[in-house]
T-cell receptor, first 112, second 111 residues
Framework: NAGVTQTPKFQVLKTGQSMTLQCAQD?????MYWYRQDPGMGLRLIYY???????DKGEVPNGYNVSRLNKREFSLRLESAAPSQTSVYFC???????????FGSGTRLTVV | KQEVTQIPAALSVPEGENLVLNCSFT??????LQWFRQDPGKGLTSLLL???SQREQTSGRLNASLDKSSGRSTLYIAASQPGDSATYLC??????????WGAGTKLIIKP
């Protein structure tokens, strides 16, 4: 099915470990996004990429880095995981500034 | 600052009823408004997208309206079914690649 694919779906990390969350879309969208969702906090934007070759900070970028590998792929890296980064992470894409968003199914990350 | 409010926070109705979910926003300078549903432990599914120049969109039993001047959108669900039980989120898109989210309405449809 066409859409946004995230891997892995679940992950448990120890404090200080690093990992990369992968995201790929096959809709030829220009823009891609990483969000985190926490109970009572709603969805918060971590980083976004308006187009291939560009990335920008969102609302909560500290502790994360991103790479827009090509038009299809946008990865999120945690260099040194902290318990505060326990969350559900969603990747999304959109076609243009006025278009709608398509979300992936999420990655549930626990940092112990 | 754009703020998005969804009322009610939770709603429980018997199967078969028609219902309305509300979303209000404070700044009418928007690109579009999008309604999503989220099932527990799952991702977000886009339901309807209304561009700022549009008044409504329809998909099956769902109808979403947009009144920019009053800062309101409604999601109308006809003939509700237990499978409609989920959290419904509205999000307003600003001009700078940012979505402003409502807190959601948790909907329960009782068989």
């Amino acid at each position: 099915n066409a859409g946004v694919t995230q891997t892995p779906k679940f992950q448990v990390l120890k404090t200080g470990q690093s990992m990369t969350l992968q995201c790929a879309q096959d809709m030829n969208h220009n823009s891609m996004y990483w969000y985190r969702q926490d109970p009572g906090m709603g969805l918060r934007l971590i980083y976004y990429s308006a187009s291939e070759g560009t990335t920008d900070k969102g609302e909560v970028p500290n502790g994360y880095n991103v790479s827009r590998l090509n038009k299809r792929e946008f990865s999120l890296r945690l260099e040194s995981a902290a318990p505060s980064q326990t969350s559900v992470y969603f990747c999304a894409s959109s076609e243009w500034s006025g278009g709608g968003y398509t979300f992936g199914s999420g990655t549930r990350l626990t940092v112990v | 600052k754009q703020e998005v409010t969804q009322i009610p926070a939770a709603l429980s109705v018997p199967e078969g009823e028609n219902l309305v979910l509300n979303c209000s926003f404070t700044d009418s300078a928007i690109y579009n408004l999008q309604w999503f549903r989220q099932d527990p432990g799952k991702g977000l599914t886009s339901l309807l997208l209304i561009q700022s120049s549009q008044r409504e969109q329809t998909s099956g039993r769902l109808n979403a309206s947009l009144d920019k001047s009053s800062g309101r959108s409604t999601l109308y669900i006809a003939a509700s079914q237990p499978g409609d039980s989920a959290t419904y989120l509205c999000a307003v898109r600003r001009s700078n690649y940012q979505l402003i989210w409502g807190a959601g309405t948790k909907l329960i449809i009782k068989p």
